[in-house]
């Protein structure tokens, strides 16, 4: 039930691709609760997803924009602000790819221009979002910038590959831009470490499937849902969390602090059985 806990505010929204992205969520869950949003992702993701569907519904205006292009966020920013009417209060970043995962390049054996693209598609790109933003002075007083990532970051799982490392460099990212930003406009930047989550880019990481059933089994609350997700970003992009900045907020039922579960355990007696 909504509670229009963004009524008045503004936002951009990164990366809503279909119905089980999280961004897509977010959306819905942000205009629910009384924002106006403008929905943007680069060109090519813009051909091969849903978001003009996703825009009639959020009656929501659609900006192309390649987060690794300066000249494109920098223009991203200005027309906002133009649909607007003037300065906005939030940002969700939820951009990501990974060339050697779709390719299914091993770690060990990484393709190193795929590991720059990796990395700037990933993690860069909230730099980039982020200086284009404070560039144009866009982002209201007490305005919140969101980044989603994942317990990668901190710990390894292998198949996650590069990403890993991309997730890593997000986090110190908001961090570090968060202190200055804060100083500067006190804009406040954090990022959420998100459960397993069955989207379309999630679902390509190497044994998805499996994992996904684990970290059900690890976490006593279970997997957090896109559903859920979004209403987490909802709860950040509002007033109610003014004061919290420079963060990594994990959403993950649990499993970030669970070193083993019963149910784990039972699995592991009965495969051995």
């Known amino acids: 039930m909504a509670n229009q806990l963004l009524k008045g505010k503004k936002g951009i929204i990164f990366g809503a691709l279909d119905e089980r992205s999280i961004a897509w969520k977010t959306a819905l869950a942000a205009v629910a609760e009384g924002a106006e949003?403008?929905?943007?992702?680069?060109?090519?993701?813009?051909?091969?997803?849903?978001?003009?569907?996703?825009?009639?519904?959020?009656?929501?205006?659609?900006?192309?924009?390649?987060?690794?292009?300066?000249?494109d966020l920098d223009a991203l920013m200005q027309k906002s602000m133009e649909i607007f009417g003037g300065k906005f209060d939030f940002i969700l970043h939820s951009i990501g790819m990974s060339p050697n995962v779709r390719k299914n390049i091993e770690y060990t054996a990484t393709n190193h221009d795929n590991f720059l693209k990796t990395?700037?598609?990933?993690?860069?790109?909230?730099?980039?979002?982020?200086?284009?933003?404070?560039?144009?002075?866009?982002?209201?007083?007490?305005?919140?910038?969101?980044?989603?990532?994942?317990?990668?970051?901190?710990?390894?799982?292998?198949?996650?590959n590069d990403m890993a490392d991309a997730k890593a460099v997000l986090e110190s990212i908001a961090r570090s831009f968060g202190y200055h930003y804060g100083f500067a406009r006190k804009v406040r930047v954090n990022t959420i470490s998100q459960s397993p989550t069955v989207t379309t880019a999630g679902s390509g990481v190497s044994g998805f499937d499996v994992f996904y059933n684990y970290a059900e089994k690890m976490s006593p609350l279970g997997n957090a849902s896109a559903e859920d997700c979004a209403n987490y970003c909802i709860m950040f992009f509002s007033d109610y969390t003014r004061m919290v900045t420079m963060q990594n907020l994990f959403h993950d039922g649990g499993f970030s602090n669970t070193g083993v579960s019963n149910l784990v355990i039972e699995d592991m007696k009965n495969s051995q059985q």
């Open 119 to 160: 990395l700037d598609i990933s993690a860069l790109s909230l730099h980039r979002v982020l200086q284009a933003a404070m560039k144009a002075d866009a982002l209201n007083e007490w305005g919140s910038v969101l980044a989603l990532s994942y317990i990668a970051a901190q710990r390894t799982f292998p198949g996650y």
């Open 37 to 71: 949003i403008v929905l943007t992702n680069a060109p090519i993701a813009l051909r091969m997803g849903k978001i003009n569907e996703l825009a009639k519904e959020c009656n929501a205006q659609v900006i192309a924009a390649d987060a690794t292009s300066d000249a």
